[in-house]
């Protein structure tokens, strides 16, 4: 357990090799050694969302995945998908909506929202509540996210369409 | 009150009535923090910086009997273990007070608890270590011992009561991860 083990992955699109000991949680490699700190860390129980990342296209909890897990994996986090451009609509959305307060939660809302819309063009807000079920947001501005969610899903359909 | 004919700045927009009621007032900040580029407390980093872990009251009333922190204080990494008769050496007990309700204060309440704990989650200890990981835990490295305390049974809270009495002794210990 005090041995470092040799890991190589790929993190918003560059490569990363590194050393780690085995019992380092994703968030905390993420943060601490690559310095990207949009990936928040919360409650580091899985419970509050805050450190989703997204691992070979899934979103996973950061602070449950060890480091060592993702070798030869392709991890992207908010930075990632921020500057490639891909939810830069759903962040416009979040701004006009004012669907972030102290903006803890947001970097996890928005991978949790961003899975939604990949797998569901048009999703209800029953739906949207219940794909954002395991992101907390204790500033309490869920209505403002599921108002922002659906009109960034509204407008991806009517550019589809 | 003054007889003085009032005197006032003429309004700027800003303090027209209704001039941010309703509406959506632009946040510059917003496009930084939705980019994961925001700086909270957790993300700053300062030159030989430790962290601080506190051991919290599992129960919501009990005495505490003993702490041994001497394992503890001994583990790599670790810069102290600090509990509550320590902190009041150097921080005085916090008493709130309402400006408009004179005379109404509530209980000292101390940094850390001393001899007993008045609600679960109060902080018991603080292990303050180079890493955070040292200064959560992994391998034993202390003891505190409590009693939990049987509370004043409130009108139709009959299963606080039970909840205590099988929490009546209590010992947990402490863990301080190695570095």
Redesign the interface.
Known sequence: M?TAVAISLVVNGEHVEANVLP?LNLA?FL?EHLK??????GCEHGVCGACTVRVNGDIVRSCLLLAVQTHNATVE???GI??SGEIADL?SA???R?A?Q???C??GM?MAAQDLLKQNSSPDREQIREHLSGNYCRCTGYQAIVDAVESTARARAGRTA | MTSEPEKRDPLSVLDRPNSYIGK?VP?PN??R????????V??VELPRMVHVVFLRSPYAHAKITSIDASTAKRMPGVVAVVTGPELAAVITPWIGVLSHLKGLKSAPQAAIAIDRVCWQGEAVAAVVART??ASTG?ARAGNVFMNAALPRRPPGLAWATNHARSARTAAWQFLCR?P
Do not use: A, K, W
């Open positions: 005090t019992r905390d943060r990207l700190t949009g990936t928040h860390v986090t908010i930075e921020s500057d962040q979040f701004r006009e004012n972030l102290c903006g803890f947001t970097p928005l | 959506i946040r917003l496009d923090l939705m980019q994961g580029r925001g700086l909270y957790s993300d955070s990981e992994q190695q």
